[in-house]
């Protein structure tokens, strides 16, 4: 079922919808410069998602270094604080902001105007301000974006279910007639 349909393709959670955009932008992994803002699980499972692609020059931002570090550790990725975003946006390539915050950390004077940036705001409150894609070369998806590409994936799966239940009562009729040949052989 799995070989022969698109159940299991498409992304149905946040984390893996946001690597399955980035993929879809065609952005080389292994030498983007890729910032992740906030410390939590989201966060910790793109990193995952993203060092799995290949992806090497990962960094980690938040308010307080502390927790950056406690959660970047296992990854062996460099830690900023926020305090330090003039310095690490100078460079990004790819941003992934997740946090809590209730207002946007991430403005419009804060984007590097002569370098592309593929930004990805997972978080609501939205932590970067819409009008970023003002500049030119900058791609902002929000939560919602996300969220609509999770639907979209499990409206395919959904449908893909249907063909897998062709599949298994196919391989079910099959199944009967050798154990009903096999019946027969060994009665004879």
Not at 53 to 64: C, D, S
Not at 170 to 188: F, H, K, V
């Amino acid at each position: 079922v799995r070989n022969e349909t698109e159940i299991s393709h498409g992304a149905v959670s946040h984390s893996l919808a946001a690597i399955e955009i980035i993929e879809q932008e065609k952005i080389d992994l292994e030498n983007a410069r890729i910032t992740i803002i906030g410390v939590n699980k989201l966060t910790a499972d793109i990193i995952k998602f993203l060092q799995n692609k290949g992806a090497k020059l990962v960094f980690l931002a938040n308010r307080t270094e502390e927790k950056a570090r406690k959660m970047a550790q296992p990854f062996g990725i460099e830690v900023y604080t926020l305090d330090n975003k003039a310095t690490f946006m100078q460079d990004t390539d790819i941003l992934i902001s997740a946090t809590s915050a209730p207002n946007a950390i991430i403005c419009k004077s804060d984007i590097n105007p002569n370098r592309p940036l593929l930004a990805i705001d997972l978080a609501f409150p939205r932590d970067i301000e819409p009008d970023v894609t003002e500049i030119e070369g900058v791609r902002l998806y929000n939560l919602h974006d996300v969220e609509q590409k999770v639907k979209d994936n499990i409206s395919i799966r959904e449908d893909e279910v249907k063909k897998a239940e062709a599949l298994i009562e196919e391989e079910i009729i099959e199944l009967q007639d050798i154990m009903e040949r096999r019946r027969r052989y060994t009665a004879a």
